[in-house]
């Protein structure tokens, strides 16, 4: 898409003269568009106009690459799509193809899978918040939040070799069964972060400079945040109590006690804070899956080396860190799927930057674009 | 003085403030890496030298060795000698600042005004910088630049103005001299708005707006590289020095009265308690949006510094 950054649209300003109005080109490389996004911005003085998000950057053709591979061969494409959370795409992916192939996963395989999500929301809300931080110029939020997110990241690369792209998860299971000394390790990890999370809330969330740049920006109505497909803590900080993993529980979700936190004023203050409260009930989830589980296989029996589901096809959708992350597999009963279809959580919520955006400043724009916590691994597939 | 020496003087002067500037930023850069690295949990440089000291001289090394680009879109006449109209006058402000007891490069009169009054050119430097950059970033980055550098001078001065009231005397050589211990509580509030408006009036965090990077990437300077992009940070630590030594000179008390070198010593201690100050605020603070910004300097500051000159000019006629 040709997009025209040097027509300056005359337009009438409050006293009724004619004026230009100043089109600033933000990104595809930018620090803080959180990858390569690039955003049109048209302002009158600081205050931006029109905001148009031009996405495709890091678009890689992974649904289409998906019809040419066999179904195990597809689990390290979804990897790099939200590379911030790779857990979850795997997850997804495998419980569409475990639905459309009718394979049973033990128990032991879907506490795995619960504990390293978990994890995974862990890291991923910490760079959301951290990312945040440097938006607002709070560099050593940036640095705190990555603290916290490199423990869990040791955590996974003693799991799987991997820091950033585990292909962890497989159809049927897991890779494979917790590392000797791995739940110790992960208990300890999980018993000190709470302390670690309310500290950054302190300095951050707490500070009155952070709390004047994030109140009151970006406010997202619940009524628009339905509307507009919005879901993660993007849609729960408008108030909007919607969380897969409990009003459509998949997975052991329903064994365990935790709580979903919600905003209520639907600004960036409340998108982030409560990215931050669901790392604590993460940290609740986890201590409670690493009390229950049990000794067990991690990967379904007679799994065949070759998988080719029957004809037909199979959705399924979990709660990814941000948002309901949907995948739609459809199979011709060849060992290749026919088609696969990724519902991009970061790509419905970063459609509402053109929306939230006009009326406030350009740096309310960048803080706005962080908020919404978009992957381009994910918006562009 | 006149003729040879005068003119002998101020060329010493103006090299003596430059190569100050120059060893103020090589410090500052390699205390601001330690300092914020404390902050962060990391390390900072480590490897150059003892403590990684070298780090910054590398470093300078490496900026005056880098090619120095002309974007095809500036107004090269303006866009060349910006960075000189910033260094300059803030150069010349720092011989205004008491060293020690007793002595000042510039001893004169109306110290005071000239410290305050001269660096205000450099706006100039940053509004013209940015513009002729023709990079909208910077256009952007300039204009906040010159709105917070005007507005941050009122506050600034009238809280200079409450130690001036004080001390009977524009001269900062008097005003050192003339300093009691008891001011400290007496205008506690007027060192508060000095500290926040010298670190806007420099541009630094939580107020740097101007060149916000996660916002406008550097704003004014983000066309320039190498030894120019080198002056416009060599500037920006020039003013630390400058109103730190200035800030410990007039509202600590600067040497106590101990000539020399050894007044010198104590006056430099201050100044860098100063320093970490004001790092230690720029890593932990976000940053403000230009509109929170001049609330903070009209409807806060301003009135702060008026209050106290109220009370101080009060006390200075009971006295």
Redesign the interface.
Known sequence: MAVDIESRTPVEDAEGRTVEE????IGPS???THGVCRIIAHIDG?IVTRAEPVIGYLHRGIEKMCENRTYLQIVPLTDRLDYVGSMYANWAYCRAVERLASIRVPERAEYIRVITCELQRIASHMMAIGSS?????????F??AF?VRERVVELFEELCGARLTYSYVRPGGVARDLPDGWTDACRAVVDRLPAKIEEMDR??FG?T??R??LKGVGVLSADDAVAWGASGPTARGSGVDWDLRRDDPYSVYPRFDFDIPLGDAGDAYDRGRCRLWEAVESCRIITQALDQIEPGPVHAEGFPRLLAPRQGDAYDRIESARGTLGVFVASDGSTRPYRVKFRSPAFCNLALIGRLAPGH??????VILGSLDPVFGEVDR | MSGAAGLAWGVAGGLGAGSAIALAALFGVWWERKV?AR????FGPQQAGPFGLLQTLADTVKLVLKEDILPSRADPGPFLRAPLVVFVPIAVSLLAVPLSAGWAPLDTSVGALFFLAVPSVSVLGVLVGGWASGN??AT?GGL?GAAQMVSYEVPRTLSVLSMVVLAGSMRPVGMMAAWRWWWLPLTAVAFVVYIVSSIAEMNR??F??PE??????AGYFADYSGIRWAIFMMSEYGAILAASLFGAAVFLGGSHGVPGVAGFAILLTEAIAIVTLVMWVK??????????LMALAWKVLTPMALVQLAVVGLVAAWL
């Open positions: 100043l089109v600033v080109n930018h620090p803080s600081e931080g440097a938006d607002t110029g709070a560099f050593t939020m640095v705190w603290d300095l951050f500070n400079i952070a004047g740049r400043t350009i740096s309310d724009l960048v | 914020s902050i962060q949990m990391r909208t970033y952007i906040r965090g939580p740097d707006i916000a990077e996660s916002e406008l990437v890593w932990t603070f976000p940053r403000f949006r230009s509109d929170q």
